[in-house]
């Protein structure tokens, strides 16, 4: 913990306990939590002190934590447990919100607000919603005041009820189908949370304001969207016509800090000596194919293997909405743009692949390869492009490759089946399969190496899997990452690089 940290937390716990005194010497109050945030109240008024929303709701639990500490067993309110999260508290936000806002609404002076920096503007709506729940004789207690203040600001400033999922670090996923259900994944769990939006109007105002952020648009004309957040997270947008029963939205978080394969091998998603592997792969220069299901880890994967990449050379990576963070200095980010109202101005990840070889690439990165753009992408590995990198939804290594092979069928491009094979073989040398397994975890069950051509089918060497072994509801999935104790095929450019040495040390194996 650092130094500010540490003195936020001693100040706050000095301050608790002043004001936990100052409400356990008057009368014994019906609700302890109204009289706590009086409390807070007092000392920010009459000592001076300026506590942020998230100081103020963080002394309250402090503040609530000594009253019950202090009180017989029969004492401890069970109004505090009534204020928790749930549908049910949800609602009551919703109903005190749709009372309060349309005064909060008179009162505030938008041409001001704009003025006011984020924390100026919090502190002016909660004035604002302070007085119109006076004003109104709300029946409201000191928590509801707090949630109330920090629902009405989110609607108003941010993306309502998605502000404090956004918040939630543990969270990966935010999906909402409707006014009513909000699920998240966390820890690779789908849980269905107790936050709700007023109605399905509601939820169409958040998407509105998400895309427009991203300039983009969405309505009956333009029903389907794919945008990102300013943090760089995956958004991905439905209306009706096109859903049925309202309008989805679908948020792929992505973490702040950089993730690193030794970060994976701690989550349990590779072995130590699959990670060491993995570094050796992306010094080499091998082109590699991440293969694996929706929400598998592919992206979160390939961030991490790309900082293998030396920091000196050129990378080019390419995307439907950018998701990538690559750490090196030498990064030309290039995003797809989907075609106007009017059905112009679409500019494919293909497109955007034909450009990329024009501007001196050491290595292309696409995000993921979907379609036609496999034929540039074959291309530019066979041409000088080595150590290039993408993502591909396939179940199996096998299933990668057919995919691949479909792609290029469906390119309107005629090559033969032997060629197309061919080229397969030569342009790619590793798919790395990894798949998110019945207990939440991801984890890499394959890393397959191509090693050439028997009869019309494309041969592939597995150097590591993952077995399973049993499933339990305690310890989840039971397995162990294996090596199969083959030398690949690309022993003889570990020479030409002067890594062999370091290969056979990581894969155990003797000259």
């Known amino acids: ?68 500490s202090s009180a017989p067993a029969s004492a401890v309110p069970a109004g505090r447990a009534a204020a928790a999260g749930g549908s049910t508290r949800s609602s009551r936000l919703i109903e005190l919100s749709q009372t309060v806002t349309p005064a909060v609404l008179e009162a505030l002076d938008f041409g001001a607000l704009a003025a006011m920096d984020a924390r100026e503007q919090r502190e002016e709506i909660r004035r604002i919603v302070r007085a119109a729940s006076v004003e109104q004789r709300l029946e409201i207690n000191g928590r509801e005041l707090v949630d109330l203040i920090d629902y009405i600001a989110d609607d108003l400033l941010g993306y309502g009820p998605l502000e404090s999922l956004l918040a939630d670090d543990s969270i990966a996923e935010i999906m909402v189908n409707g006014a009513e259900e ?57 209306v009706p016509p096109l859903a049925i029963d309202g309008p989805a939205i679908t948020i792929r978080k992505f973490p702040e800090e950089e993730i690193t394969l030794r970060d994976l091998v701690r989550r349990g998603t590779l072995s130590m000596q699959m990670a060491s592997f993995l570094e050796l792969v992306g010094k080499l220069r091998l082109n590699v194919v991440i293969s694996g299901g929706t929400g598998a880890g592919k992206t ?89 990198m993408s993502t591909l939804h396939a179940n199996t290594p096998r299933e990668a490759l057919t995919r691949m092979e479909n792609m290029v069928a469906m390119s309107g491009v005629q090559l033969s089946t032997d060629f197309v094979r061919g080229q397969l073989k030569d342009a790619i040398q590793l798919i790395v399969q990894i798949a998110r397994m019945q207990d939440g975890v991801r984890r890499v069950t394959s890393i397959s190496e191509l090693v050439g051509l028997e009869g019309d089918s494309v041969t592939m060497q597995e150097l590591f899997a993952y077995r399973q072994e049993t499933v339990s509801e305690t310890k989840g999935v039971v397995g162990r990452f294996t090596f199969a104790g083959a030398r690949p095929a690309f022993t003889r450019r570990a020479q030409e690089y002067g890594l062999v040495e370091a290969l056979e040390q990581v894969l155990g194996m003797g000259a």
């Open 182 to 238: 909000v699920y998240v994944e966390r820890l690779g769990k789908i849980e269905l949370t107790g936050l709700r939006f007023r109605d399905n109007a509601h939820v169409l105002n958040v998407a509105v304001r998400i895309v427009s952020e991203a300039g983009r648009r969405i309505d009956e004309t333009q029903p389907l969207v794919d945008a990102r957040l300013k943090d760089g997270s995956r958004v991905n947008v439905i």
């Open 1 to 68: 913990m650092t130094s500010v940290a540490l003195k936020l937390e001693t100040n706050l716990a000095l301050q608790a306990e002043r004001v936990a005194s100052r409400v356990a010497g008057t009368p014994e109050p019906a609700d302890p939590v109204h009289a706590a945030s009086e409390g807070i109240d007092w000392l920010m008024r009459q000592e001076g002190v300026a506590l942020s929303l998230s100081e103020q709701r963080q002394l309250l639990d402090l503040v609530l934590g000594l009253l019950e």
């Open 300 to 388: 979160t994967l390939l961030n991490a293997l790309s900082q293998a990449i030396p920091r000196t050379e050129r990378i080019i990576t390419i995307e439907d909405a950018a998701e990538l963070r690559l750490q090196q200095p030498h990064v030309v980010r290039l995003e797809t743009r989907p075609p106007s109202i009017e059905g112009k101005g679409e500019v494919t990840v293909r497109t955007l692949l034909r450009n990329a070889l024009r501007m001196r690439p050491d290595r292309i990165i696409i995000g993921e390869v979907r379609s036609e753009e496999i034929i540039e992408l074959l291309q530019a590995m066979n041409t000088g492009h080595d150590g290039s």
